[in-house]
């Protein structure tokens, strides 16, 4: 069993930054892949950042690209998103996710465990 918690979510202007972590229970954390998704008010959820179990690498929404980055220490079962340049268009609920295979995955049926999610607002 994997539980998540999200934290660093807020209020934030356009072009600002914005930091999320997801902390981990569990000792087979360092097993995971890792990913974060979004959802925003009458909208479907959306792949955002992944990262495999090493950290080795990673895979972003085109949408994200450039502005936001994953990261995860495995030595303090977390993982965060760095996000940069901040948008309205990414205000939405963020939530981090947990999968067995390991890899850096977009399809979000495949993850096991989510987060209760921290909400992301920007303003104009």
């Known amino acids: 069993q994997v539980q998540l918690v999200e934290s660093g979510g807020g209020l934030v202007q356009a072009g600002g930054s914005l930091r999320l972590s997801c902390a981990a229970s569990g000792r087979t954390f360092s097993r995971y892949g890792m990913g974060w998704f979004r959802q925003a008010p009458g909208k479907e959820r959306e792949f955002v950042a992944a990262i495999v179990w090493s950290g080795s690498s990673t895979d972003y929404a085109d949408s994200v690209k450039g502005r936001f980055t994953i990261s995860r220490d495995n030595a303090k079962n977390t993982v965060n998103l760095q996000m940069n340049s901040l948008k309205p268009e990414d205000t939405a609920v963020y939530s981090c996710?947990?999968?067995?295979?390991?890899?850096?995955?977009?399809?979000?049926?495949?993850?096991?465990?989510w987060g209760q999610g921290t909400q992301v607002t920007v303003s104009a």
């Open positions: 996710a947990a999968h067995r295979y390991g890899l850096a995955l977009r399809d979000p049926s495949v993850y096991d465990y």
